[in-house]
């Protein structure tokens, strides 16, 4: 929010009444609103058809994993797996509120039982598995459960040969679980080897925010990592760093812009490219080889067997005297007829 | 309870744990006062103790030597063993040029480096664990402290020789673990192993940096809690009153520890200490086994189950 510079001309009874109420915090809807980069308004549906960006000057809001999933997907939907998985309590945790009801106050809210959901899915006609974080459910934060579920993602992936899609959004290991928080990041990191070992690529969007244990796990880890605009990418939040080390911060610190600038992230892709861009290079890395016999007409297929044909041509034009020397030469006899 | 019982240790602290509530919220926060202690023996301290003979590395050979991270090959009972740690300092002097024991991404490179190299040469790795954290730092970001630590931890994993990490001290964040992930993980019977630091975790869920006793006791971060929760294997006693009083015997206890893990581990083929050490650290979080060595009450006054 920008206001500063500008003249506000208010009345002496408008400041006092404003200086008696309480202050509220302001919040903003993901639904409907203003932007609070550039305060234009927008209604639902626009939001919805925007991608929750705004059009004006593509200030990138938060969205949830399930309408993550339909951005990312063809229409036909996903398949939602393992969506019974709910966290425990081991430390009978209490800060100030016990944890237990900060899990269902979560879910009542969210309408997910956890900070992740994984699914079955097509991105432009690739099938892939997607595990996505979802921001709106205690942080993003990553507990048992959003460990465990991202570790059979990865197996799931492994099993049926195909690419893993992970979006993060996550303020880091999960406090109100502990030292077994802290554990995922381990169990996150292990799994994602399956993956290695199938020979499938892994796909890393690091949306806003991606930071702590997430960050210093399985999100630092794919092959090919975007970034969302303005993403903040840390191990350490600003904050944090501020306070220990009393530097002053660029404003831009650890924004995907920055960390692209750093190295840390191959591209930083607008939302409404993503999934364009998603299914681009998930079409590059495909090998046919691994697809059977459903493949043969694949474009991938076709322009592999063009080119042999464009061989055998610029073979069948050399001159004779290159022919004869070819033709005793190979062992196996091969014949450009 | 399940077949991880025992231990003349956790008899003591189940006792501590069925006496009242204050008593053992003392005897917490005195934990983890001891896991940071002035003079409680350092990285350095064990390992010129326990090898005969020591050559420190130094370097990431990417951009520069982090002195919160030392890393090296030692002679242990007559072999290579390679050792990596954190460091800190007792005096200020000290404590500066180790910063505080907070490793920056040079130093998991470091560390990487050395495991690198005792992996081709079939030498184990021991880690010895003690920082409050990974450096958080704006220089430390820019050259990847996320990336850095995910690929020490992705690195461990992936290592064929024997491993094994010590928590000696402080254990705190992803820091601490990115030198964690081993065949099996000790922990010293005062030090603690915790997903933040107490201090860290009041400013972010009390917002007020004053309730890091409270945070402490909802933590619980001291060795009989990671031990029933599976997170380390076994825990390794100090002399009485804490490893700060004498540091001879201390080196000496951890020692005979090392020792005996390693012989175990050596013995394995690498193939099913891979395995293990898959197994070992995917089944660990409240999920995949409520009822065993979970739901269990320790801090808090209620007597354990069984």
Known sequence: MSRVGRNIHVSVDRLRQLAHRDARPRKISADAGTCPKCDSHYSADEMQRNLRVCPACGHHFAVTARERMEQLGEPGGYVELWPELRAADPLQFTDLKPYTERIADAEKSTGLGEAIVCAELEVRHVPAVAAIMDFSYMGGSMGAVVGEKLARACDHAAQKGQPLIVVAAS?????????????????????????????????????????????????????????????????????VIEETTREV??????????????????????????????????HILRRPELEGPGAMGSPALQWAQGGAQRA????????????????PGSPDGEDPE | MSERGGGRFVRKVAEKVRRAPEAVDDDLWASVQLARHAERPYTLDYITRMCSDFEEVHGDRLFGDDHAMVAGFGRFHDRPVAF???????????????????????????????????????????????????????????????GAISRSIQMMWRLDVPTLAVIIGEGSSGGALGLGVADRVLMLENSTYSVISPEGASAILWRDA??????????????????????????????????????????????????????????????????????????????????????MATGRGTPPPG
Not at chain 1, 252 to 279: P, T, Y
Not at chain 1, 312 to 327: E, N, Y
């Open chain 1, 312 to 327: 055998a041509g610029a073979v069948q034009s050399l001159p004779r005297k290159v022919m004869d020397r070819i033709r």
């Open chain 1, 249 to 282: 911060l660029p404003s831009d610190f650890g924004r995907a812009e920055r960390q692209l600038e750093n190295g840390q992230v191959d591209a930083v892709v607008d939302r409404r490219e993503l999934a364009e861009r998603i299914g681009r290079v998930l």
């Open chain 1, 171 to 239: 303020g880091g290991a999960r406090m109100q679980e502990g030292t077994l928080a802290l554990m995922q990041m381990a169990k996150t990191v292990i799994a994602l080897d399956a993956l290695a070992e199938a020979r499938v690529p892994v796909v890393v969007v690091l949306a806003h925010p991606t930071t702590g244990g997430v960050w210093a796990s399985f999100a630092s880890l794919g092959d090919i990592t975007y970034a969302e605009p303005g993403a903040l990418i840390a191990f350490s939040g600003p904050r």
């Open chain 2, 210 to 295: 004053s309730k890091a006793r409270q945070a402490a006791q909802a933590f619980k971060p001291t060795a009989a809690n990671c031990y029933r929760w599976g997170v380390v294997d076994a825990v390794v006693p100090e002399p009485d009153g804490g490893a700060h009083t004498d540091h001879e015997q201390a080196a000496e206890i951890l020692d005979q520890y090392i020792y005996r893990a390693l012989t175990d581990l050596g013995a394995m083929p690498p193939v099913e200490r891979r395995r293990a050490r898959r197994e070992r650290f995917r089944k660990l979080g409240p999920l995949r086994d409520p009822e065993g060595g979970m739901g």
């Open chain 2, 84 to 146: 990596i740690g954190q460091q800190k300092g007792r005096d200020t002097n000290e404590r500066t040029f180790r910063n505080f024991g907070m490793a920056g991404p040079e130093g998991y490179r470091k560390a990487m480096r050395v495991m690198e190299i005792a992996n081709r040469l079939g030498i184990p790795v021991v880690t010895l664990i003690d920082t409050p954290g990974a450096f958080p730092g704006a220089s430390a970001e820019e050259r990847g402290q996320g």
